[in-house]
């Protein structure tokens, strides 16, 4: 900076000098730009500098962080080519790999599980309360959930309702759940800050706990129909649906 702003003056002084008052202004007007021009090169060659040393220092990181990487590898290898002599430290060892090998597909399918924005599109039966396709409908349902490793959710009435995780993927069953089911249902078994285990158990009571009586009104429905009045495939249903199985599945004689 400082030859920056001797050859600014020198420049000035080696210019013809006018002795007039607007020459005088004049002169001290291109002084001053000359100086100020010189400022900001300074300025400029200064940050430029101090991006040159903080491009330096994550460089310099950068390989820090990959020779600790590279030392990590080597120490895995030494010790994969060299085992130890004890069963149970590799027992142990693989014992710990195998466990982190399945947190890690289960957080992914968690993840996957997350992102899913319709039920529907996995499990088409959409139950109402007096549906009597439950039994297929909770086979699938669960399926889907054992899929994203999420079953305990609904089985189990084990709960870590103080794990932030655990919390938000039961809110996404729960959020399946109401989403399988017609408003009438999900109102009927919804409960304030429940979990998705204790909506399970309401549709589960609300078709379970009914059985008895939807198989005195099947009985009294065959019991009054005569043959002309329905078809032989709503026979058929009916007569599945008395014995508590799925239509597709049963001959009907």
Known sequence: MADAIAAAKANAASSPVDTTPDAAAQEKEKERQALADAAAAAAKAAADAQERVRAAHEALE???RAAADLAREAEVARARANPS??????ADSSFHDSG??????V???HAQAAGVQNIRTLVPI????VSAHY?????????VLERYALSSH???DTTYLDVPAWRRMDAVVLSWLFGAVTTELMETVRTRGG???TAWLGIEAQFLGNREFRALQLDAKFRVFTQGDLSIAKMKSMANLHRGIPCETTAYM
């Open 62 to 64: 950068k390989e820090r």
């Open 85 to 90: 002599a004890s069963p149970d430290g590799d």
């Open 100 to 105: 982190a090998y399945e947190a890690a597909v």
């Open 107 to 109: 957080a992914n399918l």
């Open 126 to 129: 959409v139950l109402d309360p």
């Open 135 to 143: 039994d297929r409908w909770r086979d699938l349902l669960l399926l």
């Open 154 to 156: 609904v089985l189990s």
């Open 195 to 197: 979990t998705a285990r």
